[in-house]
């Protein structure tokens, strides 16, 4: 990532008790919080699926290093503006694991690696993150910050779990909200005094938080945990609060949770990736280990192009980029998620206008 800058974000403390061409040109409007487009730069930016920083999950990390994790990307996210994953654990070194069927605990000596890489955004929004309680939580997002890197999804309350980050990038300014639908437990949603992740199932705090987002920048990224795990096609409920969320002033969504590749869609010209899949994550099997990243371009002018880049998990905690570029073009969705079944709801009535 290069010329950014990152708008302040207070510090956490608890103490425990398919390539498309869009276009955004015409949407940048009143709601624009600068008058800057003559002097606006080509933004990339990219997003992927899940993440896991977990010696006793990926064992190869004790033999490698961490740096191993990043290193078949050809430093892809050392020369974009702007990469967001999905941490699907707490960076601690608090041991208080939930009473559940698997808990992670990422290294936080590992974020060092990440932020090395190119790594910029880290979801926390996601059925992990609370693996080690809500001290856990709130001890992974000063590590994360520590790193120098920055946190969406997740908080040591409601307010700040919802809060979108903000970057000033090329005369852009670009939001980043984390929303979490997958809880396990229950009891993992912030509240207005108690850390844990945001929004949860009340999606009238989601699109809040979307809008709150776009009443301040240029751009809303929106990383997402949800859906159903090894499904290949976004559930009904999903396309729909999809297209409310754009309607409502986001401009992408970057989807997680089926730890396999699901359909990207376009909805009133914005690209919505209902599932991104495994990223840095154990090679479970060969259909979960083809995966991709999610690739958006803004041009200068607002145009968008938006695209997959693939991924092969070839070992355990290590993504691979296609070799070369010709097989850099867009990742094949299954056949079974068709593009019909996607766009079924068509227009509806927007409730922002950009």
């Known amino acids: 990532m290069r010329g950014v800058t990152v708008r302040p974000h207070r510090g956490l403390r608890w103490v425990a008790g398919v390539s498309v061409a869009l276009t955004l040109a015409s949407c940048v409007g009143a ?34 290093g961490y740096d191993w994790a990043w290193s078949g990307l050809g430093e892809l996210f050392d020369h974009d503006d702007l990469t967001m994953v999905n941490l699907e654990c707490p960076a601690t070194d608090i041991v ?48 994360i ?23 000033e990038i090329h005369g852009w300014t670009v939001a980043v909200v984390g929303i979490d639908q997958v809880l396990d437990p229950l009891d993992q949603v912030a509240g207005p005094s108690k850390p844990g992740t945001a929004a949860g199932h009340d999606f009238r705090l989601a699109l809040r938080a979307v809008r709150d987002a776009a009443a301040s920048s240029d751009l809303v990224f929106v990383m997402i945990h949800w859906g159903v795990e090894l499904e290949r ?30 359909p990207m869609e376009t909805y009133r010209g914005r690209p919505i990736f209902y599932s991104l ?22 041009a200068a002018d607002g145009a968008i192009q938006a695209r997959t880049l693939p991924i092969e998990i070839v070992s355990s905690g290590h993504p691979v980029l296609a070799a070369g570029p010709e097989e850099r073009g867009h990742v094949r969705f299954p056949v079974s998620a068709t593009w019909s079944m996607l ?12």
């Open 31 to 64: 709601s624009t919080p600068t008058d800057n487009r003559g002097s606006r730069g080509a933004l990339m930016i990219h997003g992927t699926g899940d993440v896991s920083l977990d010696p006793s999950q990926i064992p190869a990390f004790r033999t490698h």
């Open 96 to 143: 208080d694991p939930e009473p559940k069927a698997f808990t992670f605990r990422c290294d936080p000596k590992a974020l060092p690696a990440a932020r090395r890489a190119g790594v910029d955004v880290v979801s926390q929004a996601n059925n992990h993150t609370y693996d080690q309680g809500p001290a856990g939580l709130v001890d992974s997002l000063d590590a």
């Open 145 to 167: 910050h520590a790193a120098g890197l920055t946190s969406v999804g997740a908080g040591a309350n409601e307010t700040e779990a919802l809060r979108a980050a903000m970057f």
């Open 233 to 262: 096609r976004p559930r009904t409920y999903q396309v729909r609060q999809a297209h409310r969320m754009i309607d409502a002033g986001a401009d992408v969504i970057f989807g997680s949770h089926p730890h396999v590749l699901q």
């Open 277 to 298: 899949g495994n990223f840095v994550w154990p090679r479970i099997s060969q259909e979960a280990s083809a995966t991709a990243i999610a690739e958006v371009v803004v």
């Open 343 to 354: 766009m079924w709801a068509g227009p509806r009535r927007p409730e922002r206008h950009r």
